[in-house]
């Protein structure tokens, strides 16, 4: 890469990190009104103290948080740290994910096809994955949402990426992924009647499956074990530590969401190595 390559890329990288934390200041509307059925249109958000109006000004993401020390202007009530936290997440969420897209590039296009609907789908998984740690709850408008984006995300892809004659292959391995996760997942809810997993776990399974599963199979299916690695590991740690009895309600959702990412971004390289340790490199 040359001088000016690198920073137009740097640049690049910059504004859709700020772009991300404009869309994480939306997904902070979204966590606080969904579970209530709000609208996440109108109106405007308000102090949950005082309920005066935040004015654009103060609502510059993580900025405004920081200038206000955290405090709201009018009756200095305590904003929760969530919001900044929620904001720069997405910011460096949308940056990895273009970093990424720019680094698996086919040959001769500048990005990954994928990127604008891993990024969607990020963005939407930040949401749901706060949600559930605090409700216990994956909801539907976000769910459902994902099924008519994932469809026109991956046609896109393919459209972009230009190779029809690998649908095909491709189709077959997404919903091999799909099938694999939402079968797993499903089953354990249908096993233990909904108690290890929620309605909504299911629903959301087969969207993270059909993701990975179009990358590779192998993915979907290292994503779907490292979710389950990592959801008995903090669950046994909770349960050792005595902050949670064993009985106690975990939401799943969030591990399936690392899970997915975990997939994403090391599956083939796992899956390659697993290869090599028991002798059947390629
Ligand atoms: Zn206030």
């Known amino acids: 890469m040359s001088n000016d390559q690198t920073v137009v890329t740097i640049w690049l990288l910059l504004t859709v990190g700020i772009i991300g934390t404009i869309v994480g200041s939306f997904l902070n509307v979204v966590i606080a009104r969904v579970p209530e059925k709000r609208s996440i249109v109108r109106p405007r958000s308000r102090c949950i103290q005082c309920d005066s ?11 405004s ?10 009756c200095s009530a305590r904003i ?8 720069a997440l997405t910011g460096i969420m949308w940056i990895v994910i273009t970093g990424w897209a720019l680094v698996t590039a086919p040959e001769d296009s500048l990005v990954n096809p994928l990127l604008p609907l891993l990024i969607t789908v990020a963005s ?3 949401a749901l994955f706060a949600i559930d740690v605090r409700w216990y709850k994956l909801p539907n408008e976000i769910v459902y949402f994902l099924y008519p984006t994932t469809i026109v995300g991956l ?4 459209a972009l990426g230009g190779d029809w004659s690998e649908f095909p292959n491709l189709a077959v391995s997404a919903l091999g992924g799909a099938a694999l996760w939402v079968g797993v997942i499903g089953g354990l809810w249908l096993a233990t009647r909904g108690r290890a ?17 179009w990358g590779s199979l192998s993915s979907a299916a290292i994503g779907l074990l490292a979710a ?3 959801g008995a590991g903090v669950g046994l740690f909770l349960i050792i530590t005595g902050r949670a009895g064993a009985r106690a309600k975990i939401a799943f959702g969030p591990y399936l969401i690392l899970g997915f990412f975990f997939g994403l971004i090391f599956g083939s390289s796992v899956w390659d190595s697993y290869l090599g340790i028991i002798g059947l490199s390629r």
């Not at 929760?80 to 904001?87: A, F, L, R």
């Not at 046609?155 to 393919?158: E, F, K, Q, R």
């Open 197 to 213: 997993m929620g309605l909504g776990d299911v629903k959301l399974a087969p969207i993270l499956g059909v993701i990975l599963g």
């Open 53 to 63: 109006e935040i004015s654009s000004g103060d609502n510059i993401p993580i900025v």
């Open 65 to 74: 948080w920081i200038l206000l020390r955290g405090r709201c202007r009018h």
């Open 124 to 126: 939407a998984l930040i």
């Open 228 to 230: 389950f690695v990592l």
């Open 80 to 87: 929760s740290i969530q919001y900044p936290v929620i904001e």
């Open 155 to 158: 046609l896109i892809a393919l």
